[in-house]
């Protein structure tokens, strides 16, 4: 199982509009590192432009897995609904740079499991070390057997099945230069389809793409999602290189609220319980410490509904100090 515990303290950046959405909005006017963003790997790929309000990126194949990340603040499946856009600016990018590695790679920003995706052996350009990945694409292609350049809605679950459906995976488009385009990907779970677009001044640059998870003859299962970056990846084993440099700017995400908000806590004939919202994709189990170090069920583990939950201390037991906290612990299942 997938596990997260989340602090009721967000970010100051993450604006809250109601209790099934989150919109974290980075419009890098101030210096990002006080709204929680932080540089995993080679710190030198990323820099914040004080003056144009942008981030300076570097994708250089060359270097480790690095990004320029910040958490969600939660854990998405594919039955949650999401809305990533930015701007981005290419000012230059180059593939087969390394002669070792004369072929296409790509260049990439989306949504990862930031825990798999900083592991020692994550490979996006190997097989089958890749898991857990939403994010936008850009190929520049070589004379491999593709002789066009190609934007995806990539997607890959837990278990390395990677999304794809023929030549409707892909958008046919060489990206200009030099120019601010606005780069979409809006999920709905419902039909678990995600639709790439990217237009510059409202003009059309690709037509839009569709990611149809769902559809008849793809094989793919869910994948646990927790952190938005902008991705430079190493391409160790993938036989292509890159180098590319452009800004991000104007980052907008919109996700599914934490799975416990609005948490009260109280004592009820001598047993202290929890009351909060959550959410039926998700489980729940009441958890207490006497340090704030090591916790223990104070309860079962109990199926998440979408409205007002009560978890109580059911241990009959004493506390086993003067001082006893309590936590909710929220599980995503598999």
Same mark, same amino acid.
């Given at each position: 199982?997938?596990?997260?515990?989340?602090?009721?303290?967000?970010?100051?950046?993450?604006?809250?509009?109601?209790?099934?959405?989150?919109?974290?909005?980075? !419009?890098?006017?101030? !210096? +990002?590192?006080?709204?929680?963003?932080?540089?995993?790997?080679?710190?030198?790929?990323?820099?914040?432009?004080?003056?144009?309000?942008?981030?300076?990126?570097?994708?250089? $194949?060359?270097?480790?897995?690095?990004?320029?990340?910040?958490?969600?603040?939660?854990?998405?499946?594919?039955?949650?609904?999401?809305?990533?856009?930015?701007?981005?600016?290419?000012?230059?990018?180059?593939?087969?740079?390394?002669?070792?590695?004369?072929?296409?790679?790509?260049?990439?920003?989306?949504?990862?499991?930031?825990?798999?995706?900083?592991?020692?052996?994550?490979?996006?350009?190997?097989?089958?070390?890749?898991?857990?990945?939403?994010?936008?694409?850009?190929?520049?292609?070589?004379?491999?057997?593709?002789?066009?350049?190609?934007?995806? +809605?990539?997607?890959?679950?837990?278990?390395?099945?990677?999304?794809?459906?023929?030549?409707?995976?892909?958008?046919?488009?060489?990206?200009?230069?030099?120019?601010?385009?606005?780069?979409?990907?809006?999920?709905?779970?419902?039909?678990?389809?995600?639709?790439? $677009?990217?237009?510059?001044?409202?003009?059309?640059?690709?037509?839009?793409?569709?990611?149809?998870?769902?559809?008849?003859?793809?094989? %793919?299962? !869910?994948?646990?999602?927790?952190?938005?970056?902008?991705?430079?990846?190493? @391409?160790?084993?993938?036989?292509? $290189?890159?180098?590319?440099?452009?800004?991000?700017?104007?980052?907008?995400?919109?996700?599914?609220?934490?799975?416990?908000?609005?948490?009260?806590?109280?004592?009820?004939?001598?047993?202290?319980?929890?009351? %909060?919202?959550?959410?039926?994709?998700?489980?729940?189990?009441?958890?207490?410490?006497?340090?704030?170090?090591?916790?223990?069920?104070?309860?079962?583990?109990?199926?998440?509904?979408?409205?007002?939950?009560?978890?109580? @201390?059911?241990?009959?037991?004493?506390?086993?100090?003067?001082?006893?906290?309590?936590?909710?612990?929220?599980?995503? +299942?598999?």
């Amino acid at each position: 199982m997938k596990k997260v515990r989340l602090a009721l303290a967000l970010a100051s950046l993450f604006l809250v509009s109601n209790l099934h959405a989150v919109t974290l909005v980075e !419009d890098f006017s101030h !210096d +990002p590192a006080l709204d929680g963003w932080q540089v995993f790997g080679d710190t030198n790929l990323f820099t914040w432009d004080s003056t144009n309000h942008d981030l300076k990126v570097t994708w250089d $194949s060359s270097q480790p897995n690095s990004y320029f990340h910040h958490p969600l603040g939660t854990i998405l499946g594919t039955n949650d609904d999401f809305s990533v856009s930015f701007d981005l600016v290419l000012h230059d990018y180059a593939i087969g740079v390394n002669p070792a590695a004369p072929y296409s790679f790509e260049l990439a920003t989306g949504l990862q499991n930031f825990t798999e995706a900083s592991s020692a052996g994550f490979l996006r350009g190997g097989y089958p070390t890749q898991p857990d990945l939403a994010e936008f694409d850009f190929f520049q292609w070589d004379d491999s057997g593709f002789d066009t350049n190609t934007v995806w +809605p990539s997607f890959i679950d837990s278990e390395n099945d990677f999304y794809y459906l023929n030549a409707k995976s892909y958008g046919v488009v060489e990206l200009p230069k030099d120019v601010v385009m606005r780069v979409i990907m809006n999920y709905t779970a419902a039909d678990q389809t995600c639709v790439l $677009s990217i237009t510059t001044n409202g003009t059309v640059v690709a037509a839009p793409v569709a990611a149809v998870l769902n559809a008849p003859g793809v094989f %793919f299962e !869910d994948y646990h999602l927790d952190t938005f970056a902008v991705e430079s990846y190493n @391409d160790a084993k993938s036989g292509g $290189s890159l180098l590319a440099h452009g800004t991000i700017g104007n980052i907008v995400l919109t996700v599914p609220a934490p799975p416990v908000t609005l948490v009260q806590g109280a004592l009820r004939n001598g047993m202290w319980q929890v009351q %909060f919202a959550g959410k039926t994709n998700w489980n729940y189990v009441l958890q207490s410490s006497s340090n704030l170090q090591t916790w223990l069920p104070a309860g079962p583990l109990v199926g998440g509904t979408n409205g007002r939950m009560i978890l109580r @201390d059911e241990t009959n037991l004493p506390p086993v100090s003067q001082h006893q906290f309590y936590r909710v612990d929220a599980v995503r +299942p598999d």
